[in-house]
């Protein structure tokens, strides 16, 4: 009879910290959210260079201003086509594997 007891008040306490840790998290974000941004002069994000990730600097170590992700909008047809060809070209696909029927 002791032992369930102890469970349930262990997890009582594991409850209560993990859900107070949620809060304090979520009150964080939201601080830190309302927080202007302080940039340089020109209005970009001033960036120190001795804490940059490596990957945000270019070869010759100065930080990269470009977006990392660009996007460029493809048709269905074109990607059908593309992933088509991909798995045509793929090692594992025979002749018997690559039925057109399905179009």
């Known amino acids: 009879m002791l032992l369930p007891l102890i469970y349930i008040i262990a997890f009582t306490v594991l409850a209560f910290l993990a859900i107070s840790n949620l809060i304090r ?5 939201g ?6 941004i302080r940039g ?7 960036v120190n260079l001795e804490n940059a990730h490596p990957e945000l ?3 010759s170590g100065q930080v990269v201003r470009e977006p990392y992700l660009v ?3 493809v048709s269905m047809e074109d990607a059908r086509e593309r992933l088509d060809a991909i ?3 793929s ?3 025979s ?3 690559q039925d057109d029927s399905l179009e």
């Open 40 to 46: 340089d002069r020109q209005g970009k994000p001033s």
């Open 31 to 36: 601080a830190e959210s309302r927080r202007p």
């Open 25 to 29: 998290n979520l009150m964080m974000l």
């Open 91 to 93: 090692p594992g696909t």
């Open 57 to 59: 600097l270019d070869e």
């Open 95 to 97: 002749d018997s594997d």
């Open 87 to 89: 798995y045509k070209s």
């Open 71 to 73: 996007m460029r909008s």
